[in-house]
C-alpha cells in the first residue's frame, strides 16, 4: 500500500449570527465578547464547521444528521459533539491527518485566541495540535459578516481511513 491509500479530503462550513444574551464560544473555549454566537446548541461555528468536514471525510452523517435540532440537543455543548464524532473516527479506524480551519469574522478578532483555539480544537479530536491549524481573516466590511452581524467557518481536512479487508 502506498502513502496515499485511502486517503480522504472533507469541506465543513458554518455560519450563526452574533446575539446579546450569549457566551460567545469558539473551537471549545469562551473568548470575552459583548455578543455570541445563536444557534440550537452553544453555537460554536468552528467545531461545527470542524465536524461536518470530519464527517464528509469520513463518510458519516453530518451534523444535522447525527445532533438534530431536538429538545435533546438544545443548548449542547459543540465540544462533547466533538468527543462523539472523535469516538466515531476511532470506531471506524480514520485518522485524522490535517484540519485547516478559517474563522471569518469583523469582530473580535481571532489572532490572539489563535493558539488556544488550536490547541481546543486539537483536544477535542484527540490530535497533536501540530495538526491543526486555525486562522482569523474578515470580510472587509463587506455583507453581514463585515456588518458584525455574524461568524462564519469554514473548514478543510484530510483523514486516512482504514483499509478496507
Given at each position: 500500500m502506498t502513502r496515499t491509500e485511502n486517503l480522504s479530503i472533507g469541506l465543513g462550513f458554518d455560519v450563526h449570527p452574533l446575539v446579546h444574551g450569549r457566551s460567545l464560544i469558539l473551537g471549545g473555549i469562551e473568548i470575552p465578547f459583548d455578543r455570541?454566537?445563536?444557534?440550537?446548541?452553544?453555537?460554536?461555528?468552528?467545531?461545527?464547521?470542524?465536524?461536518?468536514?470530519?464527517?464528509?471525510?469520513?463518510?458519516?452523517?453530518?451534523?444535522?444528521?447525527?445532533?438534530?435540532?431536538?429538545?435533546?440537543?438544545?443548548?449542547?455543548?459543540?465540544v462533547e459533539m466533538a468527543h462523539e464524532v472523535a469516538r466515531r473516527l476511532a470506531v471506524n479506524g480514520t485518522k485524522i491527518l490535517s484540519v485547516d480551519a478559517i474563522v471569518i469574522a469583523q469582530v473580535p478578532r481571532i489572532s490572539p485566541y489563535?493558539?488556544?483555539?488550536?490547541?481546543?480544537?486539537?483536544?477535542?479530536?484527540?490530535?497533536?495540535?501540530?495538526?491543526?491549524?486555525?486562522?482569523?481573516?474578515?470580510?472587509?466590511?463587506?455583507?453581514?459578516?463585515?456588518?458584525?452581524e455574524g461568524i462564519e467557518c469554514r473548514v478543510v481536512v484530510l483523514v486516512q481511513k482504514r483499509a478496507a479487508s
Amino acid at each position: 500500500m502506498t502513502r496515499t491509500e485511502n486517503l480522504s479530503i472533507g469541506l465543513g462550513f458554518d455560519v450563526h449570527p452574533l446575539v446579546h444574551g450569549r457566551s460567545l464560544i469558539l473551537g471549545g473555549i469562551e473568548i470575552p465578547f459583548d455578543r455570541g454566537l445563536d444557534g440550537h446548541s452553544d453555537g460554536d461555528a468552528l467545531l461545527h464547521a470542524v465536524i461536518d468536514a470530519l464527517a464528509s471525510a469520513a463518510d458519516l452523517p453530518d451534523i444535522g444528521e447525527m445532533f438534530p435540532g431536538d429538545d435533546e440537543n438544545l443548548d449542547r455543548s459543540s465540544v462533547e459533539m466533538a468527543h462523539e464524532v472523535a469516538r466515531r473516527l476511532a470506531v471506524n479506524g480514520t485518522k485524522i491527518l490535517s484540519v485547516d480551519a478559517i474563522v471569518i469574522a469583523q469582530v473580535p478578532r481571532i489572532s490572539p485566541y489563535r493558539q488556544q483555539l488550536r490547541e481546543s480544537v486539537a483536544a477535542c479530536f484527540d490530535v497533536d495540535p501540530g495538526r491543526v491549524n486555525v486562522k482569523g481573516k474578515t470580510f472587509d466590511h463587506l455583507g453581514p459578516i463585515g456588518r458584525e452581524e455574524g461568524i462564519e467557518c469554514r473548514v478543510v481536512v484530510l483523514v486516512q481511513k482504514r483499509a478496507a479487508s
